[in-house]
């Protein structure tokens, strides 16, 4: 068993459409990261969270520490939003340490 | 300005070659790591420098060596490459080496080994 994992692995959409993506981990943490892969192949940062909830424009991460979850929403889905979500999280042991969930390909067609 | 930077974004070499890829930052930061993300698009982390000081160094082939000249570079060097090096090779940076701190990718450098 995978110490992070994602799902759906895969999810198309059409636009408009509300998404989630899902991410639980099995190891200790005090923090996790939600990163977004571009088609290009860039990474970037989308949040850094360590409870409750954070917003940025149409997206939304939530995290629940006791129960191990945290959910990627995205209000509105947009064509643009097409890419990989991946969920990170920190080892206690070595905080800057990040495991890596597989990823989730999200496209979402006009 | 780009934040972390790459050279090569693309690195064509033969079986048995030594080649290096070259990460740095601009942000100013101390820490700096380099990843490997296979064919599955899985990333794994290789090295992470602390103010040019070694502190993470997950079982990576001894072919692989990591030089941080200052701490706002980390290049990584390889010996005597195999097929199964080819991925994308990924430099990140972030203030310092805490959980809660985001960290910054580079555009990554995709190696190919014929």
């Known amino acids: 068993k995978n110490e992070v994992e994602q799902s759906p692995q895969n999810l198309t959409a059409q636009e408009g459409e509300f998404i989630t993506i899902n991410c639980s981990y099995s190891v200790g943490i005090s923090a996790l990261h939600w990163l977004q892969q571009h088609p290009g192949g860039g990474i970037v940062s989308l949040f850094m969270l360590s409870s409750g909830k954070k917003k940025h424009g149409r997206l939304i991460a939530t995290i629940n520490i006791q129960e191990k979850h945290s959910s990627l929403h995205i209000t509105a889905s947009h064509p643009r939003d097409s890419a990989v979500y991946i969920c990170?999280?920190?080892?206690?042991?070595?905080?800057?340490?990040?495991?890596f969930g597989e990823g989730t390909q999200l496209t979402v067609n006009p | 300005d780009t934040a972390v930077s790459q050279t090569p974004k693309y690195l064509v070499t033969q079986m048995g070659n030594d080649k290096s890829i070259k990460c740095e930052q601009n942000?100013?930061?101390?820490?700096m790591y380099w990843y490997k993300q296979d064919s599955k698009k899985f990333l794994k982390i290789m090295f992470s420098y602390n103010n040019k000081e070694l502190i993470i160094n997950e079982t990576v082939p001894n072919r692989f060596s990591p030089k941080s000249p200052d701490k706002a570079h980390l290049n990584l060097h390889i010996n005597s490459l195999e097929l199964g090096d080819s991925a994308v090779y990924f430099c990140?940076?972030?203030?310092?080496?805490?959980?809660?701190?985001?960290?910054?990718f580079g555009p990554g450098t995709r190696l190919t080994v014929l």
């Open positions: 990140a940076s972030s203030q310092d080496y805490l959980a809660y701190n985001e960290q910054f």
């Open positions: 942000l100013g930061h101390d820490t």
């Open positions: 990170a999280v920190p080892q206690e042991t070595s905080g800057s340490r990040l495991t």
